[in-house]
Each structure stands twice: as C-alpha cells, then as structure tokens.
Antibody, heavy 121, light 110 residues
Framework: EVQLVESGGILIQPGGSLRLSCAAS????????MTWVRQAPGKGLEWVSS????????YYPDSVKGRFTISRDNSKNTLYLQMNNLRAEDTAVYYC??????????????WGKGTTVTVSS | QSALTQPASVSGSPGQSITISCTGT?????????VSWYQQHPGKAPKLMIY???NRPSGVSNRFSGSKSGNTASLTISGLQAEDEADYYC??????????FGGGTKLTVL
C-alpha cells in the first residue's frame, strides 16, 4: 500500500524557516515524480512545487518562488520542502503527493494526510 | 498563473446528474489533455476521481465522467448519492511546466 507521511509542520514566526519532510513507502520512490500542494484554512488547493525523478529543474508558482525549495533523497525515500522567509499567507495544510509517472506532467495519484504550518507572531 | 475558474457551488437531488465546469486558457486546459479532478471531504485529503480529462482510476465509480471542449473541462456525476457531497477541484498542467488548480466547487446533495 502506498503511504505518504508528512512531518515538520509547526507554529512559527514570520520570517522564519522550516523544512517539511514526506516519508514514502509502498512503491519505488525513485521512479516517480513528487509534489507539494497546500491548502490555506477554508480555501482551495494551491500547487507549491513538483520534482521529477532526477530532481532537476523544479518549478514553483510566483507566490513561493525564491523562498521555497523542493528536493528529494531517493536513498531515504523522502521528499522535502525547505521554506524560508515565511509569511502569514503561507499558513496552510501542506500535502505531499505522488505523481503517476516520472515527469512533471503526470497527474497526482496519491495524497498524504498533510501537515499543518501556522505562521504567526 | 491564475487559478482555473469553477462555480463556487452546485447542487442536485439524489439520482440526478450534475456537471461542474472548469475554465482555463490556451496556456493550460486548452493545450493539454492533462486535466484531473479531485474530490475532498471535510477534513480529509483530496482523492483522484478523473485523470487526463476523461480517465477513471481503478475503484472510482463509473458515475463519474470527464470531458473537455476548448479551454473548458467538465466533470459530470450521474445518479447523485449523498456520499458525493464534497468539494471538487480541477487541475491542469500548464505551458510553463507548472500546475494550476481551480478554486473548487462545493457540491450539495439536497
């Protein structure tokens, strides 16, 4: 069974940094692209970033570009999201998700349960 | 990178059919057949319902179907059931190699 377990979400002050992790199991992690999607309280889904199996050339929306960095460690079956210079508007549930193939244009196939990040002073 | 446009809410009675639209641009929905739909119940993670415009994953009821015309994709749910009440989101790959979601549609089963 495919399992994605996010961790690292906390209450943090504006301007702070945080790294989220996503531990993957039940599939060959190194063969699938991965993604982060977030959902602010009471709001819709927002794509944050995706990374291919090789880890090269990830993309980001303007809302997080220059502040967030996605990465993966295929030896540890783990996906990461480094979040710097956090703002109140980054408050959200962050979902880790598995894409259906090795490259970025595949659809999201499986979602984790999410981890909550709250940015507040 | 504007969000895809979905109606905020739709409703229907049990047994009826409803359709949720998802309007994008020639930079996303209109160019690629990489449109997917997700169902989200309150407090739960989203669940894949339709991928690549009209394909249903294993385990998803055949009451769910998808289509696309030009810059607009659609999700149709036939034979509405109480358990279908949820939020629904469309998503599309874009020509900028990014993904974009719709704003979400709340489905109420009357």
């Amino acid at each position: 069974e495919v399992q994605l377990v996010e961790s690292g979400g906390i209450l943090i002050q504006p301007g702070g940094s945080l790294r989220l992790s996503c531990a993957a199991s039940g599939f060959t992690f190194s063969s699938y692209a991965m993604t982060w999607v977030r959902q602010a309280p009471g709001k819709g889904l927002e794509w944050v970033s995706s990374i291919s199996v090789t880890g090269g050339s990830p993309y980001y929306p303007d809302s997080v570009k220059g502040r967030f960095t996605i990465s993966r460690d295929n030896s540890k079956n783990t996906l990461y999201l480094q979040m710097n210079n956090l703002r109140a508007e980054d408050t959200a549930v962050y979902y880790c998700a598995k894409l259906a193939g090795p490259t970025l244009y595949y659809y999201i196939h499986v979602w984790g349960k999410g981890t909550t990040v709250t940015v507040s002073s | 990178q504007s969000a895809l446009t979905q109606p905020a809410s739709v409703s229907g009675s049990p047994g009826q059919s409803i359709t949720i639209s998802c309007t994008g641009t020639s930079s996303d929905v209109g160019t690629y057949n990489y449109v997917s739909w997700y169902q989200q119940h309150p407090g739960k993670a989203p669940k894949l319902m339709i991928y690549d415009v009209s394909n249903r994953p294993s385990g998803v009821s055949n009451r769910f179907s998808g289509s696309k015309s030009g810059n607009t994709a659609s999700l149709t749910i036939s034979g509405l059931q109480a358990e279908d009440e949820a939020d629904y989101y469309c998503s599309s790959y874009t020509t900028s190699s990014t993904w974009v979601f719709g704003g979400g549609t709340k489905l109420t089963v009357l």
